[in-house]
């Protein structure tokens, strides 16, 4: 619920500001109108950071390591997996 949630947040605080009209004595609905949009504006703007951030951050599924032996002048490719256990 990333960007949905921001959204409906906004909304339902732009009913309650502009659409409901209930008054009971120290509370004010469009206060908390106000307020329930200023938090969807910021659940959506961390949201959208944060679904930018993932997929800029993209690892590699495999490693390519070329040994070359300088005796015989052969080359050695080892290809490793992410699950793989770390080379020693």
């Not at 609905?29 to 949009?37: E, S, T």
């Not at 002048?73 to 256990?85: K, S």
């Amino acid at each position: 619920m990333t960007i949905a949630g921001g959204i409906i947040l906004i909304m339902l605080g732009a009913i309650f500001t502009w659409a409901v009209e209930f008054d009971i004595a120290g509370f004010d609905i469009n206060v908390v109108g106000v307020i329930l949009m200023l938090g969807g504006l910021a659940w959506l703007l961390f949201a959208i950071y944060r679904i930018s951030v993932a997929r800029r951050a993209v690892a590699p599924t495999t490693t390519t390591t070329v040994v070359e032996d300088p005796v015989t002048h052969r080359r050695v490719y080892e290809e490793r997996g992410y699950t793989d256990p770390p080379v020693v």
